[in-house]
């Protein structure tokens, strides 16, 4: 399903979102087994409360987690390429969750994405479901829902990670 990683050359290159014309260049190392022997879950939210009680609810089932402020941040961060789940806002500054899919996807990069969001539009459900992402939520998230979500989007993930799940029992 997901082609190579993008990064294999060692060079992400990324349009810097909201400054016309500039271009992040981004070391990505995509050959560290740390990274890639457990689910890494990415999660992206320009609300930092929502962003860190995510991490906190994620993390207590045992997955590895790193949390990002933007896209952009995501994007210029060395670990893309190791993301087997990417749970987005909807509605973030510079790149909505919408429009990151989008660019990774279009950049060969069809990371299995959950978007949320405060303000839901069946419009965009629709849109976004059509262009692959596995789940569109509202927020106040549903554990019980969210979990399932992160479940599909791992079977969707590169078949040669370990994705069974956490590696230690949860706390």
Do not use: W
């Not at 609810?57 to 060395?78: C, N, R, T």
């Amino acid at each position: 399903m997901l082609g190579a990683c993008f990064c294999e050359g060692g060079h992400l290159l990324a349009d810097d979102f909201g400054s016309p014309g500039q271009t992040v260049v981004v070391e990505l190392d995509c050959g560290r087994p740390d990274l890639s022997s457990m689910a890494l879950i990415s999660i992206i939210d320009d609300d930092e409360d929502f962003r860190v009680a995510i991490t906190d609810l994620i993390e207590v089932k045992g997955f590895k987690v790193e949390a990002f402020a933007s896209a952009v941040d995501f994007l210029a961060h060395p670990n893309v390429c190791h993301t087997s789940c990417l749970i987005a806002d909807v509605h973030m500054p510079r790149m909505t969750g919408i429009e990151l899919h989008s660019y990774l996807v279009g950049s060969g990069r069809d990371i299995p994405t959950v978007l949320i969001t405060a303000f839901p539009d069946d419009s965009a459900r629709v849109r976004a479901l059509g262009q692959g992402v596995v789940c569109y939520l509202s927020k106040p998230v549903d554990e019980e829902t969210l979990f399932k979500c992160v479940g599909l989007a791992l079977q969707r993930a590169q078949p040669h990670q370990n994705l069974s799940g956490p590696s230690r029992s949860p706390q």
